[in-house]
């Protein structure tokens, strides 16, 4: 481990990328509070560093208390507390907005330096409930932590992503696979190079900007799609469905998709001309064809047996 640099506080930090800054801030030599709504699933990140280096606890980012606990005395925040669906109206502005400005306001306070990942598509007035509340956290993170560095990156890929990986168990099962505006294009971009970015925004350099993180690639979802079938091996039919069908499929209960998911998918999710990215923090990302195969391989016909893709 390195040397100490004194305590890191991560809020979702059990999350897909939470758990691969948690591992570069313990081995960078922080002590890291682990952030979570779930401290028992959570206990998966204490290996990562030495005994008792990373400490799971519980703060969700709608309890003032327990967040002022979880930032006290700490050197850095990290905030990367999200959900991609609401279980009840409101959880995205409760979540993405309130509770990241309640994060941005407590880390001020205690003089931490803060980095906030939100997403690209941010926008206070998107008509995807999503993308707004992602704006509006942003406002709200700028006006209690000016100094604050924003990180808005594409669609996060890797070995626990929930694209590839969602698409590929379905592509095991049936012979169809259904998307919505399949000419949308995204740049997708490897968690491990997001993860590196967070680190590099904490420094002093980074402060009071906005990155937006796309891979080297920007292809369309059907592209996407059709590569890790490629991948796969796997003889799929990719039918883009028709808008009206989708939104109907989405309005049934444990459809898988959303209204809300359908809008977000009408737009390109790709970095912005002139926007500062990766290029201005140092970092090459991976190309999709150097990562993807080594975590897809799984669902091959040749590959592992069906039960451990859906263990997986």
């Known amino acids: 481990m390195g040397a100490a640099h004194g305590i890191a506080t991560v809020f ?35 290996p990562m560093g030495d005994v008792g280096q990373v400490a799971p606890l519980y703060a969700p980012v709608s309890d003032e208390a327990a967040c002022m606990r979880a930032i006290e005395g700490a050197q850095i925040v990290i905030n990367l507390a999200g959900i991609l669906a609401e279980s009840r109206t409101g959880d995205f502005g409760r979540t993405h907005a309130q509770g990241a400005g309640r994060v941005a306001r407590l880390a001020y306070a205690a003089g931490a330096r803060l980095v906030h990942v939100s997403a690209i598509g941010a926008n206070p007035a998107s008509a995807s409930s999503y993308a707004r509340s992602k704006g509006e956290g942003e406002q709200a993170v700028r006006a209690a932590h000016p100094r604050a560095a924003i990180l808005r990156p594409s669609i996060v890929f890797g ?4 694209f590839f990986n969602r698409f590929a168990k379905m592509a095991v099962v049936s012979p169809i696979l259904p998307i919505v505006y399949g000419e949308t294009k995204f740049q997708p971009v490897f968690v491990g190079d997001v993860a590196d970015a967070a680190m590099l925004a904490l420094y002093p350099q980074a402060e009071g900007q906005i990155f937006e993180l796309g891979g080297p690639e920007q292809k369309s979802f059907r592209a996407l799609m059709r590569q890790m079938l490629d991948i796969i091996d796997r003889d799929c039919w990719i039918w883009d469905m028709p808008v009206g069908l989708a939104r109907l499929i989405a309005s049934l209960p444990m459809a898988g998709l959303t209204g809300d998911q359908i809008i977000l998918l009408a737009s390109d999710n790709v970095v912005a001309p002139g926007a500062l ?10 190309r999709l064809d150097l990562i993807l195969p080594g975590y897809l391989q ?7 047996r069906h039960a451990d893709i859906f263990n997986y």
């Open 298 to 304: 799984r669902y091959r016909a040749t590959g592992r």
């Open 12 to 46: 979702g930090a059990s999350g897909f990328l939470g758990r691969h800054i948690v591992q570069r801030l313990a081995e960078a030599g922080y002590r890291v509070r682990a952030a979570v709504r779930d401290v028992e699933g959570a206990k998966f990140l204490k």
């Open 277 to 286: 990215g990766f290029e201005t923090l140092g970092i090459a990302p991976k």
């Open 159 to 162: 070995p626990q992503d929930e």
